[in-house]
Nanobody, 126 residues
Framework: QVQLVESGGGLVQAGGSLRLSCATS????????MGWFRQAPGKGREFVAA????????LYADSVKGRFTISRDNGKNTVYLQMNSLKSEDTAVYYC???????????????????WGQGTQVTVSS
């Protein structure tokens, strides 16, 4: 069956960095666009970043642009999210998602996401 497993979350001080990984299995990873979303307590799930199948196209939420970088390794069936200059408002559970559809906006990433991971907690202390 399809599995998406996030890792790399934890507690970090403001200004610090974390690298999240999402290892996938059971799907043809190279034909899926991949995205990262996050959900803070009491809030809805928001889009963070997305990357297309060839890694030639990426999309970021304005709130993370210039601080976060999404990448993928099709040989390892894994997508990454490098998070730098972390802020307290980045505290959330981070989820990865796989989409079989092309994307152009955050909403098209969300609407195309057919598979989700279980999430990894990121806590940024100020």
């Amino acid at each position: 069956q399809v599995q998406l497993v996030e890792s790399g979350g934890g507690l970090v001080q403001a200004g610090g960095s974390l690298r999240l990984s999402c290892a996938t299995s059971g799907l043809s990873f190279s034909i899926y666009a991949m995205g990262w979303f996050r959900q803070a307590p009491g809030k809805g799930r928001e889009f963070v970043a997305a990357i297309n199948q060839s890694a030639g196209n990426t999309l970021y939420a304005d709130s993370v642009k210039g601080r976060f970088t999404i990448s993928r390794d099709n040989g390892k069936n894994t997508v990454y999210l490098q998070m730098n200059s972390l802020k307290s408002e980045d505290t959330a559970v981070y989820y990865c998602a796989a989409s079989s559809r092309p994307f152009s906006t955050a909403e098209t990433v969300r609407s195309g996401a057919g598979y989700w991971g279980q999430g990894t907690q990121v806590t940024v202390s100020s």
